[in-house]
């Protein structure tokens, strides 16, 4: 997550956790074979704390600012080169990214939005599919160093910039109020 993934080399990464390659290679078959798990095993644990958000929080106001939190950790902890190195370099590690994406965190806001309609916070005349396909690559359009390239762009300002528009963009003022309250608690705490 620090370094990307293409630049890692058995050698690096036998001497990260003070064992010989040959020991790796005991377990692992490959370098390849290293990603695909440890890709698996981190969105396993990402969606792991993601349901935990989700079922503790107390309405959909709460639980997409807590989202929102969970993500800009996630981001902020990796090298944009890592998803382009998935997409590059390591296809089936990639394919659990996009399972992750586009399964099980699609569901769940589109969840959150239905929710967030009917509860008034958000306002009713949203497409919940196409600001669930927004807000999905929205996040991923922030590792783009293309569009927002490093020297130029601060990564957490970027997470930031975006959910803040996204966020305004379907609440209603009910939905505002709430939202503030939560940013409030925050300042103060």
Known sequence: MQFGLKSITMDDIAKKVGVSKKTIYQFFNDKNSIVVKSVHEHFSEHQKEIEEVLKNSVDVIEAMYRLSKCMKVQVEAVNPTVLYD????????????????????????????????????????????????????????????????????????????????????????????????????????
């Open 86 to 189: 998935l997409q590059r370099y390591f296809p089936k590690a990639f394919k659990r990214f996009l399972e992750f994406k586009n399964s099980f965190m699609h569901k769940n806001l589109q969840k959150i939005l239905k929710e967030g309609m009917q509860s008034g916070y958000f306002r009713k005349e949203i497409n919940t599919e196409i600001l669930t396909i927004q807000r999905i690559e929205q996040v991923q359009l922030a590792f783009n160093q293309e569009v927002f390239p490093r020297d130029k762009f601060d990564f957490k300002e970027i997470h930031e910039q975006l959910f803040d528009h996204f966020i305004h963009g379907i609440l209603t003022e009910k939905g505002k109020e709430k939202y503030n309250q939560y940013l409030n608690e925050e300042h103060d705490a």
